[in-house]
Antibody, heavy 119, light 111 residues
Framework: QVQLQESGPGLVKPLETLSLTCTVS??????????WSWIRQPPGKGLEWIGY???????NSSPSLKSRVTVSLDTSKNKLSLKLNSVTAADTAVYYCAREKYNGLFDSWGQGTLVTVSS | VMTQSPDSLAVSLGERATINCKSSQSVLYSSNNKNHLAWYQQKPGQPPKLLIY???TRESGVPDRFSGSGSGTDFTLTISSLQAEDVAVYYC?????????FGQGTKLEIK
């Protein structure tokens, strides 16, 4: 049974870089069957896809965030990571990692971690 | 853009609940003749849960009171007989484009 768990700082200062990690268990992130994504949800609002990574290292991200987003894999630790630079208060959100069982179809999610951007 | 209606809905226990989702462009992919449209359920304090994909295929373990229909740009999620545990926010999502856009959500409550 796949499990995903996000971790990272809960508070980030404006204009700094948000860095999160997602630890995956129950399946290898090196499996060619799945893509791995980050999705966020501002408090009380809807869901926004951020970006994905494939086992080969190939990535894609939302056009609105592309210039600020880096998604990476650590296959030795079975983890994926997210970096979002130059953050503002608008980046305050619960950040989820998720597995894609088909391109853009999210069948397993982490519990999410709240990141607040504030000085 | 994915637009859901209504934004909120109150239905009596045992009654039918219907949520609509409209896409600004068709999500029917000609190469596989499938609608790239999914529905998710999100309960308070929990991550979203995949309910329906390909517009009408239930995810494993999802009760059969949940059904999806529609094609092209117009889709519907129906809960045939509302149970107390179905109180949640429901999102549609397209996975046709490379932006994987979600609808704004529909909050479902008990009347």
């Amino acid at each position: 049974q796949v499990q995903l768990q996000e971790s990272g700082p809960g508070l980030v200062k404006p204009l700094e870089t948000l860095s999160l990690t997602c630890t995956v268990s129950g399946v290898s992130v090196s499996s060619p069957t799945y893509y791995w994504s980050w999705i966020r949800q501002p408090p009380g609002k809807g869901l926004e896809w951020i970006g994905y990574i494939y086992y080969s290292g190939g990535t894609n991200s939302s056009p609105s965030l592309k210039s600020r987003v880096t998604v990476s894999l650590d296959t030795s630790k079975n983890k994926l990571s997210l970096k979002l630079n130059s953050v503002t208060a608008a980046d305050t959100a619960v950040y989820y990692c998720a597995r894609e069982k088909y391109n853009g179809l999210f069948d397993s999610w982490g519990q999410g971690t709240l990141v607040t951007v504030s000085s | 853009v994915m637009t859901q209606s209504p934004d909120s809905l109150a239905v009596s226990l045992g009654e039918r609940a219907t949520i609509n989702c409209k896409s600004s462009q068709s999500v029917l992919y000609s190469s596989n003749n499938k609608n790239h449209l999914a529905w998710y359920q999100q309960k308070p304090g929990q991550p979203p849960k995949l309910l329906i994909y390909w517009a009408s295929t239930r995810e494993s373990g999802v009760p059969d009171r949940f059904s999806g229909s529609g094609s092209g740009t117009d889709f519907t999620l129906t809960i045939s007989s509302l149970q107390a545990e179905d109180v949640a926010v429901y999102y549609c999502q397209e996975y046709y484009s490379s932006s994987y856009t979600f609808g704004q959500g529909t909050k479902l409550e008990i009347k």
